[in-house]
């Protein structure tokens, strides 16, 4: 997982430089009815997660656009479709998430007759994101709305905490996940700054069913490269 976010802030560095050297579009129409650009825009979002199983902090996701097509029958009005990797992670300062059985809970963080201190647990889940978005644009204004197919392709748990001045940090590779989930997108823009909210509900569920059971708004910010 960590090897895949350090890819994705990569590719992200070098986008400019690369952007600089060769266009990013692939492919247009005379009347840009119909482009193709790769490397369009990066995001990063804050998570608000809501859960009976475990007091959530330090939420949210980073993603990196590969692929962006637009449809534009007319100037004002479009269709958007994009291939997106997307890192997600879910904390706790709380709760301990740990896979049993392919079951992810969260339990507290508690050794009998001892003082944990500096504690944090974490879900990360690494995604292949397609949104779909219709879209207004005045300008340089946009405003849309649409939703998101999440391919989940690797997923791990870590938790951290201090215990007599001793760190502890462990790490649980292969979360089992479920390989489909989807979310809400609605978006408003001006120039080259766009202001995303997300919605993933719980029936939209990345961990297996019996799993820590929670859903989330995102509220971030992406910019064009």
Avoid at 40 to 53: I, M
Avoid at 170 to 186: D, I, M, P, W
Avoid at 193 to 213: A, C, H, Q
Wanted: aromatic share 16%.
């Amino acid at each position: 997982m960590k090897k895949l976010f350090l890819i994705a802030l990569a590719a992200l560095m070098c986008a400019p430089a690369f952007a600089q050297r060769s266009t990013s579009s692939l492919y247009s129409t005379s009347n840009d009815v119909l482009s193709i650009n790769s490397l369009s825009h990066w995001g990063w979002g804050y998570s608000f997660v809501q859960s009976d199983a475990f007091k959530p902090a330090g939420s949210g996701e980073f993603f990196l656009n590969i692929l962006d097509f637009k449809f534009y029958p007319v100037e004002e009005f479009g269709l958007e479709f994009g291939l997106d990797c997307k890192w997600s992670y879910t904390g706790s300062k709380e709760s301990m998430f740990i896979q049993n059985d392919h079951i992810v809970k969260a339990v507290p963080f508690v050794i009998p007759g001892k003082t944990i201190e500096k504690t944090r647990s974490q879900i990360s889940i690494f995604s292949l994101s397609v949104p779909v978005l219709a879209k207004f644009v005045l300008n340089r204004f946009r405003i849309g709305g649409g939703a998101e197919a999440n391919f989940n392709l690797v997923g791990d748990t870590i938790y951290r905490y201090r215990v007599d001045g001793n760190k502890t940090r462990e790490r649980e590779k292969q979360l089992a996940l479920n390989k489909f989930s989807y979310n809400f997108v609605g978006l408003v823009g001006m120039g080259n700054l766009t202001i995303f909210g997300k919605y993933y509900p719980k029936n939209s569920r990345m961990l297996p069913e019996g799993s820590v059971d929670f859903n989330y708004w995102t509220l971030g910010v992406a910019l064009d490269l």
